[in-house]
Every structure is written in structure tokens, then in C-alpha cells.
């Protein structure tokens, strides 16, 4: 089946739909964000090597960084440019589809703009979140490879970081479902209270919306904050672990606590994405309901 004769089933819309229909031209724009992301996994060693080259009055290694920061801008901005014309064109096609869906189903017209504006959502994860996923994910387990090979034991500090921050974040998930699919009823309601031009019922309506916002707020606030004080620990561990273990090199010293610190980076956003998940989910739902 190709990707031009694809259509979504009625009433089925999720990421994995959404992937089959444009595969080939989503797939061109994670290989383009792999070749970015590569890219920008191999800073820190190089700078490191070039910092120690330079204090052996040696220029190679500058050149190599140099080399690797044309190849990161280069591809970095032909996704650019690619990505914003792809999923223009698939958005305005995937809002089409929902609405020869919704119209099907003689919904509300409030509940086809809400459902309109939801769907959106899938095609914004697939531009703008998952490339930052795969950036995260290389970051993740290519950074912590190269610690383990340049620090072990900040190795296993990650290692145990990560760990309390997924049981963190999936011990809450139930809760994001929750609060998003309060937020994602009231949002559907959106145009019929409008129509109704009733100032307390409007203001009722908005003040639901706020209250669902800021629990969602506070929830990511919270978990964020846990998140990082862990992080901050990982990285105390290894900068005292690093010297401890008499690393004298400037350009290794400085490599370890970048990729340290590249990880904690990755580390800190994929929770993010996974709340996002979440909502996607509940969204998701909401299409075959």
C-alpha cells in the first residue's frame, strides 16, 4: 500500500496511523535528525581532544572540531527547512480527514474544532518533539557509553539517576492521563459555551480550563524539580569521583563533565515527551469514543 492511497480508518487516528500514511517522508526527516544528532554527540570528545592538542601546540584537533561544527549546522539546516514544508502539507491534510470524520458522525461543531486543533498535536509531536526525542535518546545511551569508557564510576551514578527518575515519572502517569483528559473534555465544550454567549457559564468554562492547567503545571513542576535535584547529585558524584581518581588530562577532565552534563540534558526532557505520550493516549482514545 503506498503512502499516497493510505487513508486513516474512521474513528482511528494515533501516532502509529499517522506514521504509516507519511512514512517516507517522516523517515527522510529522522534520518536527517540522526546525522544532527551524531553530529552533536561527538562535540565534547572533540573539544576535548583539541584542547589538548592546542597545549601541545598542535592544530588538528581543532580543525576536527571545526569540521564537525560545519557538518552539524549543515544538516541541521536542510531538516529545517525540509521539515517545515512536510508537515505543513500534512497537517492541512490531516485536518481535512477529521473533519470528513467528525462530519460523518454528525458531531458538534465544538467537538469537530477541538478534535481539529487535538490532531494537531500528532503532527506538531512528529516535527518538533521527536526529533528532540531522538537528539535525547542518542544523547542518552551514546553520552553514557562514552562515560563509561572515559569515568565508570560516573557511569553507574547515571545509571542509577535514570533509574529513580523513570519509577519517578511512571509512578505519576496515571495522574497525566487524568488531568489531560479533564483538560481535553473542557476544550471540546470550548465553541457551544461561546455560542451560548451566557457571561457565567463563560466564565465557569474558563475558570475549568485554568484549574486544569494548573495542575498539570504543578504536577510537571514537581516532578521536574525532583528530576533535577537528582541530576545534581549525579553530577556532584562525578566531578568529585573524577578527581578523586586522579585524572590530570584538562581535555579528558572537561569531556567527562560535558558528557555528564549531556546526559543530565537528555535525561531531564524525556520525561517530558513522555507525559506528552500520555496525552497523545488520551487523545487518542477520544477519536474512537
Known amino acids: 500500500m503506498t503512502e499516497k492511497n493510505f487513508q486513516l480508518p474512521p474513528h482511528d487516528f494515533s501516532l502509529r496511523k499517522l506514521f504509516l500514511r507519511y512514512r517516507w517522508r517522516i523517515t527522510i526527516t529522522w534520518t536527517l535528525v540522526l546525522g544532527e544528532a551524531a553530529t552533536m554527540l561527538s562535540f565534547p570528545l572533540f573539544m576535548?581532544?583539541?584542547?589538548?592538542?592546542?597545549?601541545?601546540?598542535?592544530?588538528?584537533?581543532?580543525?576536527q572540531l571545526c569540521g564537525i561544527g560545519l557538518a552539524t549546522v549543515i544538516l541541521g539546516g536542510v531538516r529545517r527547512f525540509y521539515?517545515?514544508?512536510?508537515?505543513?502539507r500534512i497537517y492541512a491534510q490531516v485536518s481535512n480527514d477529521i473533519v470528513a470524520q467528525e462530519s460523518s458522525r454528525n458531531s458538534e461543531v465544538t467537538v469537530t474544532a477541538a478534535r481539529t486543533k487535538m490532531a494537531g498535536e500528532f503532527v506538531d509531536f512528529f516535527e518538533d518533539s521527536f526529533p528532540e526525542i531522538i537528539n535525547s535518546m542518542i544523547g542518552l545511551f551514546g553520552t553514557l557509553a562514552i562515560i563509561f569508557f572515559l569515568q565508570t564510576k560516573s557511569f553507574f551514578a547515571c545509571l542509577v539517576g535514570t533509574a529513580i527518575i523513570l519509577i519517578l515519572y511512571v509512578a505519576t502517569s496515571r495522574?497525566?492521563?487524568?488531568?489531560?483528559?479533564?483538560?481535553?473534555d473542557q476544550s471540546e465544550r470550548h465553541v457551544d459555551v461561546l455560542s451560548r454567549n451566557d457571561p457565567p457559564e463563560i466564565a465557569d468554562h474558563f475558570n475549568k480550563i485554568i484549574r486544569w492547567n494548573i495542575r498539570l503545571s504543578?504536577?510537571?513542576t514537581v516532578t521536574f524539580s525532583l528530576s533535577w535535584m537528582v541530576m545534581i547529585g549525579v553530577l556532584a558524584y562525578s566531578i568529585f569521583s573524577t578527581v578523586q581518581d586522579g585524572v590530570t588530562s584538562y581535555g579528558k577532565v572537561l569531556s567527562i563533565l560535558m558528557y555528564v552534563f549531556g546526559y543530565i540534558?537528555?535525561?531531564?526532557?524525556?520525561?517530558?515527551f513522555y507525559q506528552q505520550l500520555v496525552r497523545l493516549k488520551e487523545i487518542s482514545q477520544r477519536f474512537r469514543t
Open 48 to 63: 576535548g581532544i583539541a584542547i589538548d592538542d592546542l597545549l601541545n601546540q598542535r592544530y588538528f584537533g581543532l580543525y
Open 175 to 184: 495522574l497525566t492521563f487524568r488531568f489531560n483528559k479533564g483538560a481535553n
Open 83 to 88: 521539515d517545515t514544508r512536510v508537515y505543513s
Open 265 to 272: 540534558e537528555s535525561v531531564i526532557v524525556m520525561p517530558l
Open 218 to 220: 504543578d504536577l510537571e
